[in-house]
């Protein structure tokens, strides 16, 4: 007989709901109560519900309260998945929503197996990841200072006449450009050092990066996969940061899927209707591996600074990232001839890339990692 009981967890900052499901199909499900949203109080759950002969399997969704939950309850010896909230199931015509009602769903769920468990980073890939994410965000709040500048001197009739900005020749025609109003002259020093603020930090994020990249545990697999043309450092340890554990996909079709650039599909009886990509899985993965792949427009070549990063890598891993640079040049031409738009060649360059960063990671990177 088993003697399990599945424990739905509702979690918030402050308050978690608990619900339980007694196994078997007419299993007791009843609301638990409330308790605080700390270790001590969950120590104190796992203590109260546990019995000899009985087993806890506890699960709750992923969200902005983060993996401490599960890796306190996993320290504790009891099973614990995290759940993915955009695959849970629910009922078309259920409107209303508590937080007690979404822990006894989440037991019952739990109890029949419809639930989808989410790959739980361990501390450190969570740190690293917590890196990368901080360094996109220092390089999106340096592109709107830009912005903010450069919109702040065309509305006054400011045009610098070369060809690119922020060049060294364009920063030093900054340092020339005079307002007659002192209030003016005040926004434009204020938006140059906020310039230079977000230049200076993401730099320093950049070099953090670099420090601690070493000591991480998927460093391998980061320098492996820049063997790849378009996978510099920043783009391998994000995409590395934001995957994972590469060998949980059985095939690179399913990591295309999870990385949100297969195509989306709505078909019914003999009409068959395809969309654009489904954008599922990280954006900021699946952004640096798209703008990686604007460099298969050019032929087929090994650079000085690729050559540098592959000469000391593995046999198999460079002639896999040739023959991925030859496919993929080969490619990016054919789509470009037969007219398709820059962005839909781009995207189905960066589906092609993800196979052949799948195929490598998982030569030098053949265990799954340690949860």
Same mark, same amino acid.
């Given at each position: 007989m088993?003697?399990?009981?599945?424990v739905?967890?509702?979690?918030h900052?402050?308050?978690?709901?608990?619900?339980?499901?007694?196994?078997?199909?007419?299993?007791?499900?009843?609301?638990?109560?409330? !308790?605080?949203?700390?270790?001590?109080?969950?120590?104190r759950?796992?203590e109260?519900?546990?019995?000899?002969?009985?087993?806890?399997a506890?699960?709750?969704?992923?969200?902005?309260?983060g993996y401490g939950?599960h890796?306190l309850?996993?320290g504790?010896s009891?099973?614990?998945i995290?759940?993915a909230?955009?695959?849970?199931?629910?009922r078309?015509g259920?409107?209303?929503?508590?937080?007690?009602?979404?822990?006894?769903?989440?037991?019952?769920?739990?109890?029949?197996?419809?639930?989808t468990?989410?790959?739980?980073p361990?501390?450190a890939?969570?740190?690293?990841?917590?890196?990368v994410?901080?360094?996109?965000t220092?390089?999106?709040?340096l592109?709107k200072?830009?912005q903010?500048?450069?919109g702040?001197?065309l509305?006054h009739?400011r045009v610098y006449?070369?060809?690119?900005?922020?060049?060294?020749?364009?920063r030093?025609?900054?340092?020339?450009?005079r307002?007659d109003?002192?209030?003016?002259?005040i926004?434009?020093?204020?938006?140059?050092?906020?310039?230079?603020?977000?230049?200076?930090?993401?730099?320093?994020?950049?070099?953090? !990066?670099?420090?601690?990249?070493?000591?991480?545990?998927?460093?391998?697999?980061?320098?492996?996969?820049q063997?790849?043309?378009?996978?510099?450092?920043?783009v391998?340890?994000?995409?590395?940061?934001?995957?994972?554990?590469?060998?949980?996909?059985a095939?690179?079709?399913?990591?295309m899927?999870y990385?949100?650039?297969?195509?989306?599909e709505?078909?019914?009886?003999?009409s068959v209707?395809?969309?654009?990509?489904?954008k599922?899985?990280?954006?900021?993965a699946?952004?640096?591996l !798209?703008?990686?792949?604007?460099?298969?427009r050019?032929?087929?070549?090994?650079?000085?600074k690729l050559?540098?990063?592959i000469?000391?890598?593995?046999?198999?891993v460079?002639d896999t990232?040739?023959?991925?640079?030859?496919?993929l040049?080969?490619?990016?031409?054919?789509?470009a001839a037969?007219?398709?738009?820059?962005?839909?060649?781009?995207?189905a360059?960066?589906?092609?890339?993800?196979g052949?960063?799948?195929?490598?990671?998982?030569?030098?990177?053949?265990?799954?990692?340690?949860?």
């Open positions: 088993d003697h399990s009981t599945f739905g967890l509702d979690v900052k402050k308050r978690t709901s608990v619900a339980l499901a007694e196994a078997g199909r007419g299993g007791e499900v009843r609301f638990h109560g409330e !308790i605080p949203s700390t270790p001590d109080a969950m120590r759950l796992v109260k519900l546990g019995r000899p002969g009985r087993r806890l506890f699960c709750y969704e992923a969200g902005p309260c939950m890796r309850l996993r504790l009891q099973d614990c995290v759940v909230p955009s695959l849970i199931p629910s078309p259920d409107r209303v929503k508590t937080n007690r009602r979404d822990a006894v769903a989440l037991a019952k769920l739990h109890r029949a197996g419809e639930l468990e989410v790959w739980v361990d501390d890939h969570e740190a690293m990841r917590d890196l994410r901080a360094r996109a220092a390089r999106r709040v592109g200072a830009r903010h500048l450069q702040f001197l509305r009739g006449s070369g060809k690119r900005g922020w060049t060294q020749a364009y030093r025609w900054l340092t020339t450009v307002f109003h002192p209030a003016q002259q926004v434009l020093q204020d938006y140059i050092h906020a310039v230079e603020d977000g230049e200076v930090r993401l730099a320093c994020l950049e070099q953090q !990066i670099e420090e601690l990249l070493p000591s991480w545990s998927m460093a391998p697999v980061v320098e492996a996969v063997a790849m043309r378009g996978v510099g450092l920043i391998a340890v994000t995409v590395v940061a934001e995957v994972g554990d590469f060998s949980r996909f095939n690179p079709r399913q990591l899927a990385l949100g650039l297969v195509p989306s709505h078909s019914s009886g003999a209707r395809r969309g654009g990509i489904t599922a899985g990280s954006a900021l699946r952004r640096v !798209i703008e990686g792949a604007w460099t298969y050019m032929q087929a070549r090994v650079s000085r050559l540098d990063r000469e000391h890598l593995p046999k198999e460079r990232a040739w023959r991925a640079q030859r496919r040049c080969n490619r990016y031409r054919r789509l037969a007219g398709k738009p820059k962005v839909v060649v781009t995207t360059i960066a589906r092609e890339m993800v052949f960063i799948w195929a490598i990671a998982c030569m030098v990177q053949p265990r799954p990692a340690i949860r």
